[in-house]
């Protein structure tokens, strides 16, 4: 035999990591759009051939088994309808997206945290009403005093946002990359500007 026969089944590891499919519901509204909802491509693959979704868009390459080959998935759509969240969790991420990854007190972009605008040592409570995402000097220059103590004020109060206010906001922030055959499918519900 010529050569070393084992390049012709071995693989790059990394060679297919970079094809996951974009999951939108029975609706073909995506399941989320922040963080955008993408199975790897071994998920989409193992969906279809179970027949839990269907493909709709695919990629040019293609896995093989011994029985059969499949073009990769890059849209699939669940045959069964996932009934969306109506209560929001108070998470880190939820309450960053809620403040558009801005500081509330600056609106600088990086190295945020969050803070009690009612500090915790005065009786605040950790809620969506009561909790703010802050850069962390912004935060260390309030520390446990009151809005008014420090002369700081927000750029909007706090308040819990609903499931959709929250999936809207999801929309501003796509991620790094997005494949051509998402597209149509992220922004087909959005309002057109006249």
Known sequence: MDGDFRTEFVREPGALK???????NADYR??????????????????AFLDRVDIVAEYDEVV???SMTLRIPSVVVLK???????RVAFTRFNL??????????CGAKGD??????????AGGITSWENVVAACSPC???KGSRSLRQTGMSLFKPPRQPS????????????????????????YWDAELDA
């Open 64 to 66: 093989r088994s011994p």
């Open 112 to 121: 945020l945290t969050f803070d009690h605008v009612v500090p915790r040592a």
């Open 163 to 186: 499931a959709q206010e929250l999936l809207n906001m999801g929309r501003r922030f796509p991620p790094n990359h997005l494949h051509d055959s998402w597209v149509d499918y992220l």
């Open 139 to 141: 935060n260390l220059k």
């Open 30 to 47: 995506p399941l989320s759009y922040y963080p955008l909802s993408l199975w790897p491509w071994q998920d989409a693959v193992k969906a």
């Open 18 to 24: 970079q094809h996951p499919a974009l999951v939108l």
């Open 80 to 86: 069964d309808y996932v009934k969306p969240r109506k």
């Open 96 to 105: 960053f997206l809620r403040d558009e990854f801005r500081c509330q007190y």
